[in-house]
């Protein structure tokens, strides 16, 4: 196995996901903003990665309001999927653009190595699905991004996951009726967002035939629901997806301050993540050893 790649294949990791969405554990995906989170959260034992929206246009210094493109979204989220033997769900917004678009986002990002994207049912340009103001287009536009997207997969595998944003814009009867329509469109997964209380969550559950996908991001509409209490609703999956940048630049910003007033990071240094750490994340010896290999080759197929 090369120190380049995962040693799963991308087929491996989809038919993974899927194995696990069929489980009856609930699938824990945080977010990953860079690959080499994606490498931690999968030395913490969670059942997959999760590349949010959010964090990723916050990265970039954007605001989450659909500006990022459907190339920068496939190369970082690619980036952070083959960094991984875990299966990646990245976070498609609205598929960036018309049906079509969405058909062609789906093929992207096969491409790029992830397992499962998701789509909304939001108007462009998007909003967080936790702010007031957001608007989602009528039921049959979002089956057609769907039918779109469902069409355009290679590999059957691959998760097509529908958000529905409407429990905020049209009542949670309406958003249960748009999950039941997406599930019959070929959605493998349905995200629920901004549901406001556990009954929300227990009422979308004995409604819709398919797995559901529960949203823990936190200052947002939703109570921050256990692993353990998702799993007793039902819930089949749950993200988080801001999660990791928050913390990170919580610490962040605690450290630079800490700097800016004593003139040295000396009085922080144990609260970062030691070299040692950083280096068995990447493997830094397994790239020594695969170096040390080059360098010691000789034609004859003999090294020292
Ligand atoms: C899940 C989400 O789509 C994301 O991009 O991570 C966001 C999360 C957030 O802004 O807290 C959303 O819920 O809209
Ligand atoms: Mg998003």
Redesign the pocket.
Known sequence: MSVFSSGVTDADKRAALRAGLNSSRLQRWP?AFSPLVAKLVADLGFEGVYV????LSADLGLP?IGLTTLSEVAARGGAIARATDLPTLI?ADTGFGQPMSAARTVAALEDAGLAGCHLEDQVNPKR???LDGKEVVPAEEMIQRLTAAVGARRDPNFVICARTDARDVEGLDAAIERARAYVAAGADLIFT?ALADPDEFARFRAAVEAPLLA?M?EF?KSPLLSAAELHDLGYNAV?Y??TTLRLAMGAVEDGLRQIALDGTQAGVVDRMQHRQRLYELVRYADYNDFDSSLFTYTAGGDSA
């Open positions: 977010g949010s929206g959010a964090a989450d976070d967080c699905g936790h967002e949203n991001t947002g993200i997806p801001v």
